[in-house]
């Protein structure tokens, strides 16, 4: 089988079954097998019957001795019972709603059951088990030794995905291994082929560690080797010298309604520095949600401005964009600075534009000093005078980026500034972004109160819609997150769409509500995001696409429907979408008492004793087992799907053995597996954004 084979060949891919597998990126073979487990669910001892008891999680082999459909006493529910049989013992087992399982199985097949135990009107039973049928080739995939678990919407189940897996695992051999043999030896990592078929189907807990280790380090070193292919490239090149305007930034800074902290002072220094110097300036400004970024920026931007250079913005999305252009307006409102938005449906500016739509944009790149867009401004566009370059918040800006950045004319590379809120201590990020210097603003300003963050439950649905009530009526204004758009959801989980309808009728009747979501068309965002601005919407329902840099310091409080489903940096993320202002904020995280697991618990207490993105990440990675090895981590570097940012020691070697390699051979000429991996690899990542 190739890697290319696309996913519908494959056994018992039917239309929905392929369907649902796009929907998580999956389109051929390849990406199936690159689709890892983010836990095993070990069952790698079997027990005899006899020996089990209530409450725990077994896997045992055994005969069907019987097999039967029943109504249960409700009414409500299809039970299927079986009772299974060893050479010690018999239990009972009861599937719910599964009628088909009678189908399936017939007294006298020998199966192997894994699932937990409970005591059910006294009798010790097996409840809904993954279940395998023993067949003549003896393989069992599902119940016995450590079974992989997937991440996987509602449409696909686990079984079916782990029977895809088992098809395709073969094809892992067909991976061509790109990492040289001598890092390979020196850090005793595993043959490409070898670990990804472990990753899926590892024979023991050490085997799983050994895959992740590899596939791991891949990811880091990839990082690594193109930061530092970068800083070699970078090295002897030329940048517009950006002399610093001292009057005119006290000026600035003067006009400003609030006083700089230290932080932003300290970071705005440093760049300013950095920018009047005629080497390109690579650096990385993290400081937490809300800790003033954008006034740094604009600092940068206006003294670019003044030097009659050309400054970009880019931020991840329109809506953010949008408005990052009314804040840099705003801030630089009293100078005369030319600034302008230009997205692929947006094209305004702060001075004079032609009506035609091809010479508008013409118009900005030819005359505005600070243009602000998404990431397509750069690649789609060339700013002839370009002399610094900022982006907010994304960290797939690689190198390959970067490289489109030289400008055509003079030959000069613009001075390049990335900004996050990602919290990653300082050693790491210094290693971890290897070709940035650093800048910190720990502190947020002095005005802000902490946020008060509660996990409330459905009982308490209605006291939060009065909560979320008295704040609007004390003229603040509210979020209220959820996780879909649709009501496709089997989870049950409130849908946007239907939540906005349900709120407007039946809750709040008599506020203005708004509904945003990523499959609204961009001028429609635009325009609810100016309405929230201007107050004329008091609470916006939302999905996840609020969730970065979004500033409405006038909201006070943020109601999140199915807390439990967020990673916690991501609610971190959302809670900063509050607290913006001087007033008093708060954060309400609903969960339904079913969902809450003792670990979901914890999680979500971790919120309200924490208020900064550095504590909560690491309880976050704390808080996830053993078992869970590879994390839908949510740390803001959707390339690190499998490597952990708190493994210090991975990321320096990652980096020991970049340097290394780009040290004694720059362009890779003795690796060709390598380059040609690089090369893929970045082109990768220009197609996602
Ligand atoms: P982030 O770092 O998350 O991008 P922003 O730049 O959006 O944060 O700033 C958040 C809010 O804080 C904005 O409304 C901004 O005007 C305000 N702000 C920035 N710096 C200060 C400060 N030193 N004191 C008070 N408010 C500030
Ligand atoms: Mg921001």
Redesign the pocket.
Known sequence: MLLSVPLPALNRVGKNIAQSLKKLGLETVQDLLLYFPFRYDDFSQTTSIDKIEAGQNISITGTIELIQNKRSVKQRRQLTEALISDDSGLIKVIWFNQPFIAQNLKPGDRVSLAGKTAESYGQLTLISPQYEKIGANGVLIHTQGLVPIYHLNADITQKQFRFLIKQAIEAADKFKEWLPESVRKELQLLPLATAIKRAHFPENMEQALAARKRLGFDELFIRQLRSQALKYQLKNKVAPKIIFQEMMTKKFVQSLP????TG?KQAAWEILQDINKDAPMSRLLE?D???????VAAMALFNVAINKYQGALMAPTEILAGQHYQSIQKLLGAFNVKIALLTGHQAEANFELPKNKAERREKIIKDAEIIIGTQALIQDYNISKLALVIVDEQHRFGVKQRQKLQQSGGGLWPHFLSMT?TPIPRSLALSLYGDLDLSLIKEL?Q?RKPIITKVITEEQRDQAYNFVRQQIIAGRQAFIICPLVEESDKLGVRSATAEYKRLKKEVFPDLEIGLIHGKLKSAEKEKIMSALANKDIQILVATAVVEV?V?I?NASVILIEGAERFGLAQLHQFR?RVG?GEEQSYCLLLTSKEQQNPKTAERLQALSKYNDGLSLAKIDLKLRGAGDLYGLVQSGFPELRIASLFDYEMIKKTQISAEKIIKSDPELANYPALREKLGDTSNEEAHLE
Do not use: E, H, I
């Not at 609030?258 to 902290?261: A, H, M, V």
């Not at 949600?289 to 006034?295: E, H």
């Open positions: 609030f006083t700089l902290t932003q400081g949600a809300g800790s003033g970024k954008t006034v809120a300003p005005n840099g500033d310091p900063g913006r």
